[in-house]
């Protein structure tokens, strides 16, 4: 079955410090990955994603993810936070094996909270 | 990208009533995805909305409480019908091209309240 986990709820960084929001997944066949972050009272912007090619992917606003097939990961990192990327983010997979429209499957969300 | 747009943004009903949000893409797109979000929380999608053809709902959903209209490529409504205060949510309209590695781009969302 597929799934995607984003373990942790909240994630609290000082501003200036490298941030790391974790996803790990589960797919039947190749996954394509995908990042996307929600600001308060707006909809989900995309941010980046991995379909195939180099396994480090730079996306918007500085954030980069990584994929490893190995750990079923794609932890979505920044290498300085600013108080501006507190948000929600949200991991996606959509699983190449799995003909239903290709359907997005939805981590549950990880709070960012970067403190100046 | 996709700029997607929705109306209203935000809406208070009462309770027994209906309410149309919809959604309109500046580009012709294949995929229109109608998703709910409880604030705070994940997404969940309720139908795929086919052009010219009836929506695919999910499980949990059906088309008298949720009917959808997908008149052409860059257009769709979502029906939320009958409501009661449980209905209260976010509802988010979802676009991609085509293929299975095309990125999914989202509206702004429609900020519903039942009261």
């Known amino acids: 079955a597929q799934s995607v986990a984003q373990p942790e709820d909240q994630v609290n960084v000082a501003e200036g410090n490298p941030l790391t929001v974790k996803c790990t997944y589960s797919v039947s066949g190749n996954p394509y990955l995908f990042w996307y972050v929600q600001y308060p009272n707006r909809g989900l912007q995309f941010l980046l994603k991995?379909?195939?090619?180099d396994n480090l992917v730079k996306g918007s606003y500085g954030f980069e993810a990584e994929f490893n097939k190995s750990q079923t990961s794609f932890h979505l990192k920044k290498p300085s936070a600013l108080v501006s990327d507190s948000a929600l983010y949200f991991c996606?997979?959509?699983?190449?094996?799995?003909?239903?429209?290709?359907?997005?499957?939805w981590g549950a969300g990880t709070k960012l909270i970067i403190k100046p | 990208s996709a700029v997607i747009s929705q109306k209203p943004s935000r809406d208070i009903c009462q309770r027994g009533t209906s309410l149309t949000i919809q959604c309109q893409v500046d580009s012709q797109v294949t995929m229109m995805f109608w998703y709910r979000q409880q604030p705070g929380q994940s997404l969940t999608l309720i139908a795929t909305a086919n052009q010219g053809s009836e929506a695919t709902y999910e499980s949990g959903f059906v088309i008298d409480k949720f009917p959808i209209s997908r008149p052409n490529l860059t257009f769709s409504t979502l029906t939320v019908s009958n409501m009661s205060p449980e209905d209260s949510s976010i509802y988010l309209c979802?676009?991609?091209?085509?293929?299975?590695?095309?990125?999914?781009?989202f509206g702004p969302g429609t900020r519903l309240t039942v009261l």
């Open positions: 996606a997979v959509r699983d190449d094996w799995v003909d239903s429209n290709y359907q997005l499957i």
């Open positions: 991995y379909i195939t090619g």
């Open positions: 979802s676009a991609r091209r085509q293929g299975r590695t095309d990125t999914q781009y």
